[in-house]
């Protein structure tokens, strides 16, 4: 059901952008997290129904999955950007790598951070992992010419990572 959860919320992700491009006056950088929404809310979900934090604890780990995600886009944006002469390939997957990690990373240290969150880093490398390599799908949707409205990066990468997420989470 969390892989389920994933590939929903994974699916609502590109198409969020319709209705967040109605919305005027925030900022750019606002209305990028407001694409993890969906996101957020499985994971808001998951840390609610996983572990024994408090309501308002699962609320900051939605909100710092919203701000992962926001790092996430920003990284793998830099290191496309930056990778210059490199083959289109080369440059997505290292772009997808990186995203895919830092957002993983900054989710687990905040969720980590939370009064019944897993202290232990170990706890944490099978998310980091997943996190990272399903983040080369990224050159994949490239690769494919998937547009903006679809994509397999985001339902493969938020099934997987909501997967271990939950697997962390009931463990500890």
Avoid: H
Wanted: some cysteine; proline content about 6%; glycine content about 10%.
């Amino acid at each position: 059901m969390v892989a389920a959860g994933g590939i929903v919320t994974g699916i609502l992700t590109p198409l969020s952008p319709l209705l967040i491009d109605g919305i005027t006056g925030p900022n750019d950088q606002f209305r990028i997290s407001l694409v993890a929404v969906p996101f957020a809310v499985l994971v808001f979900v998951l840390v609610r129904r996983f572990s024994a934090n408090p309501w308002w604890a699962a609320l900051i780990a939605a909100i710092v999955t919203m701000i992962a995600f926001l790092c996430a886009v920003d990284a793998a944006v830099l290191v496309e950007g930056n990778t210059g002469d490199a083959p289109r390939v080369m440059r997505y997957l290292l772009a997808g790598l990186t995203g895919g990690l830092i957002g993983t990373a900054i989710m687990a240290l905040g969720i980590a951070l939370l009064p019944a969150g897993p202290r232990q880093p170990a706890a944490w490398w099978p998310m980091l992992i997943t996190g990272a390599l399903a983040g080369t799908l990224l050159a994949l949707d490239n690769a494919l010419g998937l547009g903006d409205k679809v994509s397999l990066l985001y339902p493969l990468w938020q099934a997987a990572v909501a997967v271990r997420l939950a697997m962390i989470l009931r463990r500890y």
